[in-house]
């Protein structure tokens, strides 16, 4: 079983629309993240949570919010999707420590369409 | 703040040829360094990191990437390219200090053509 899941894997929906994304890990780490993923773009950072009670805003935070439900859940909602946010979504995990923990490890991914 | 550049957005090449995926980086303390590759339909999986030490460092797939601290560049080569390493490759880089929120460039798709 994969260590980093995502539901749903695909997502169609309308603008205005209340949208959630799940996130779940087994890896037993602390910190999760939010990532979208744009064509040229690359990566870009909207929430990262470095424990449970621990939630922080990336660089494109406005119009997303995050739910930390446990350790191992880090959910992200579209209060009310708009056609600028159809993307790829990507959840990642990391461990919290020393110097090693610098590896990330992201789930399959998530594609949203807005219509 | 830091950034990061990957020079190529498109990198086609024939099987068995040589190549180097060009990244460059900004920031004004010491950083960490990683390549992260997407194979099609796929998350990200790290593929090597610099965070200390030799400024060469090497994959188990046969990349390397040698940190130029002078040139800010941590460039990603192989000398023999196969078919399995069509993907895109995203450089990244973490700052010192910034609890390792990676900040990625707008990433390389390399096609390896028979």
């Known amino acids: 079983d994969a260590d980093v899941t995502q539901t749903p894997r695909n997502r169609i929906t309308k603008t205005g629309k209340r949208i959630m994304l799940e996130c779940s890990q087994t890896k037993g780490h602390d910190r999760m993240y939010w990532y979208r993923q744009d064509p040229g773009l690359g990566l870009r950072l909207i929430y990262y949570?470095?424990?449970?009670?621990?939630?922080n805003k990336g660089e494109i935070s406005d119009g997303y919010s995050v739910s930390r439900q446990a350790q191992a859940k880090f959910s992200l909602s579209l209060e009310s999707a708009i056609p600028n946010q159809t993307a790829l979504y990507f959840c990642a995990t990391s461990e919290t420590g020393t110097e090693t923990t610098d590896t990330q490890y992201f789930g399959p991914g998530t594609r949203l369409t807005v219509l | 703040a830091q950034s990061v550049t990957q020079l190529d957005s498109q990198v086609p090449v024939f099987e068995e040829a040589p190549v180097e995926l060009r990244c460059n980086y900004s920031?004004?303390?010491?950083?960490?360094l990683f390549w992260y590759v997407q194979y099609p339909n796929q998350g990200l999986q790290l593929l090597l990191k610099?965070?200390?030490?030799?400024?060469l460092v090497e994959s188990i797939n046969g990349f390397e990437a040698e940190f130029n601290k002078s040139q800010t560049s941590f460039h990603l080569r192989k000398p023999s390219v196969h078919i399995s390493d069509t993907a895109e490759y995203f450089c990244?880089?973490?700052?010192?200090?910034?609890?390792?929120?990676?900040?990625f460039g707008k990433g390389t798709l390399l096609t390896v053509n028979p």
């Open positions: 920031s004004s303390v010491s950083v960490y």
């Open positions: 990244a880089v973490s700052e010192k200090g910034s609890n390792y929120k990676l900040t």
């Open positions: 610099y965070l200390s030490g030799s400024t």
């Open positions: 949570s470095f424990d449970v009670k621990d939630i």
